[in-house]
C-alpha cells in the first residue's frame, strides 16, 4: 500500500536555526499538505500547496515558514528562524480526490 | 467549516462494541462527514466517510440520520489496539485542509 515518508523521524536544533523537514507524498497525488500538533493538542493546519503554488495557508503559517516541491517526489517545510514554540509534531499529508493520507510525522524539538 | 461536538473521552471492554456519537448541528448541504484515528505519536489516519444513512468498510460503521446532525462511528469488537484517539471532521473532503477539534480518546480495557 503506498505511504508518505517524512524524514527526520526526531529533529533537534537551537533556537534560531534553520530547519527543514522532508515528506514524500504519494506518488499519484495532487494536493500536499502540511499540519502541526504541539504535545497534547489539536492537530492545526499550516498549510496546502497545488500545482506548485500555496492554495490556502494558516495564520500560524507567517514569514518564517516556507514550502517548497523542488523535484517531482519531495515537497518540505522550512522554518527559517526556529522559536521554542515552533517544537511539534510535524505532518506531511497528501490526498487525491478524497481522504487524506499522512505521514508518521517529524518531531522537531527547539532547544 | 461546521462545529463537531463528541465525547471527550470513552472506555470500554475488549471485544465489545463501541458507538461515538458526533453532533454537528449547522452541517452544510454539500458536507460530508469523516471519521479519523490517532494514535500517539503517530499521523492521524483515515477510517471512513459518509454522507447519508449508513456505510460501512472493514474497520468500522458509520450512521447518519435523516437531518445529518449528528452521526455516530461505531467499531465492533474492540480490542486493545483500538486505543486512540478518534476525530469526527465535517466538510472535509480530498483537497480542502481538515480542521480537527479535540476528538474522543477512546481506552479499551483488557
Known amino acids: 500500500e503506498p505511504e508518505v515518508t517524512q524524514t527526520p523521524s526526531h529533529q533537534v536544533t537551537q533556537m534560531g536555526q534553520e530547519v527543514i523537514l522532508r515528506c514524500v507524498p504519494i506518488s499519484n497525488h495532487l494536493y500536499f499538505y502540511w499540519y502541526r500538533q504541539i504535545l497534547g493538542q489539536k492537530v492545526e493546519f499550516l498549510v496546502s500547496f497545488y500545482n506548485n503554488e500555496i492554495s490556502e495557508k494558516s495564520e500560524i503559517f507567517d514569514d518564517q515558514f516556507s514550502v517548497e516541491r523542488p523535484d517531482g517526489s519531495n515537497f518540505t517545510l522550512k522554518i527559517r528562524s526556529t522559536k521554542l514554540e515552533d517544537s511539534a509534531m510535524y505532518f506531511c499529508a497528501s490526498s487525491g480526490i478524497n481522504e487524506q493520507f499522512f505521514g508518521p510525522g517529524t518531531r522537531l524539538t527547539v532547544l | 467549516l461546521a462545529k463537531t461536538t463528541q465525547p471527550i473521552s470513552m472506555d470500554s471492554y475488549e471485544g465489545q462494541e463501541v458507538n461515538i456519537t458526533c453532533s454537528h448541528n449547522n452541517i452544510a448541504t454539500n458536507d460530508y462527514i469523516t471519521w479519523y484515528q490517532q494514535f500517539p505519536s503517530q499521523g492521524p489516519r483515515f477510517i471512513i466517510q459518509?454522507?447519508?444513512t449508513k456505510v460501512t468498510n472493514e474497520v468500522a460503521s458509520l450512521f447518519i440520520p435523516a437531518d445529518r446532525k449528528s452521526s455516530t462511528l461505531s467499531l465492533p469488537r474492540v480490542s486493545l489496539s483500538d486505543t486512540a484517539v478518534y476525530y469526527c471532521?465535517?466538510?472535509?473532503?480530498?483537497?480542502?485542509?481538515?480542521?480537527f477539534g479535540k476528538g474522543t480518546r477512546l481506552s479499551v480495557i483488557a
Open positions: 459518509g454522507y447519508k
Open positions: 471532521l465535517v466538510g472535509a473532503s480530498g483537497n480542502t485542509p481538515l480542521v
